[in-house]
């Protein structure tokens, strides 16, 4: 099956700065590529996904570029503010059916 | 429109008893998963129903099963509850089945003492 690896576990940035998570998988059938964000006693929360037919997407300050050859892809955050502290999870799925592999998880702390 | 909703929120059980947990999906959605979140294993994948279908499942024993009524509510039972049941419990929704995007409720607290 898929194995999706995410790094790091724990980031610390301070404000304003950049806040840059990656991840790897290992199907190359994955072709959609979601990211969450989780809040302290909440579900997680899509914020940005992209699909394999395409290299990068930007939603205001967050941006995700896949590197299919590579098989990884990765999450950008600019001008980071404190509301973005949180737990951030990749995510890669396949064609068949709605399954989706999960990475580790990357604690982001966005310090004042 | 409304989110995913869970019901209920937190659960206390004991070992050997079990649990039904509840998901409603966003209006309109025809397909519902199930994860278990814990710290150790983080998240994953239990099954997926669509239709009233069970389509996908995880790598779980048959003490988790679910089902999907024909309002694509969702259930998931647990059945002799094991300590390392303890978890966040899930749910997600999606349009259709194949590489949609999902949806997450809040989550149900699962402790089992």
Avoid at chain 2, 91 to 108: K, M, N
């Amino acid at each position: 099956g898929e194995n999706v690896e995410q790094h790091p576990s724990t980031l610390s940035v301070q404000e304003g700065d950049s806040a840059v998570i990656k991840c790897t998988y290992s199907d190359s059938a994955s072709n959609y590529f979601p990211w969450y964000k989780q809040e302290l006693g909440k579900g997680p929360q899509l914020i940005i996904d992209i699909r394999s037919n395409v290299g990068e997407k930007k939603d205001q300050r967050i941006a995700v570029t896949l590197n299919k050859t590579a098989k990884h892809f990765s999450l950008h955050i600019t001008e980071t503010q404190p509301e973005d502290s949180a737990v951030y999870f990749c995510a890669a799925s396949m064609n068949t059916g709605n399954q989706f592999y999960f990475g580790t998880g990357t604690s982001l702390t966005v310090i004042p | 429109k409304a989110g995913v909703t869970q019901t209920p929120r937190y659960l206390i059980k004991t070992r050997g008893q079990q649990v039904t947990l509840s998901c409603s999906p966003i209006s309109g959605h025809r397909s519902v998963s199930w994860y278990q979140q814990t710290p150790g294993q983080g998240l994953q994948f239990l099954f997926e129903y669509f239709s009233e279908t069970q389509r996908n499942k995880g790598n779980f024993p048959g003490r988790f099963s679910g089902r999907q009524f024909s309002n694509s509510r969702s259930e998931m039972n647990v059945s002799t509850l094991e300590l390392g049941d303890s978890a966040l419990y899930l749910c997600a929704s999606s349009l259709q089945v194949l590489r949609e995007t999902q949806y997450f409720g809040p989550g149900t607290r699962l402790l089992v003492l």
